[in-house]
Nanobody
């Protein structure tokens, strides 16, 4: 399974960005898909996660500003980010967990990361 993340960039304070991450590869079933971020000098943290049934969970700092969604038919997860703040500046990574339907082996894969910079 490969994950390709898109949508990062430079945005002003209060602006919006939409990240997307598509999974591709062999036959698989994805359970949770999520977004993490890592700011300079800080540990990677969970931003938001969405289960296969649509259940979501967010870190407190983004609640009310970020929305995670997914298109199961496209194996794609999105992160709509609004009212962006300088502290949202980070490299954002997507992650997918699931099972390879051929081998029945569970997997966990990360995307390559996309940089989001919020400036004044």
């Amino acid at each position: 399974v490969q994950l390709q993340a898109f949508g990062g960039g430079l945005v002003q304070i209060g602006g919006s960005l939409r990240l997307s991450c598509a999974a591709s590869g062999s036959t698989f079933s994805i359970d949770d898909m999520g977004w993490y971020r890592q700011a300079p000098g800080k540990q990677r943290e969970l931003v938001a996660v969405i289960g296969s049934g649509g259940r979501t969970n967010y870190v407190d700092s983004v609640k009310g500003r970020f929305t995670i969604s997914r298109d199961n038919a496209k194996n794609t997860v999105y992160l709509q980010m609004s009212n962006l703040k300088p502290e949202d500046t980070a490299v954002y990574y997507c992650k997918a967990t699931g099972v390879d339907l051929c081998s029945q082996v569970r997997f966990q894969f990360w995307g390559q990361g996309t940089l989001v910079t919020v400036s004044s």
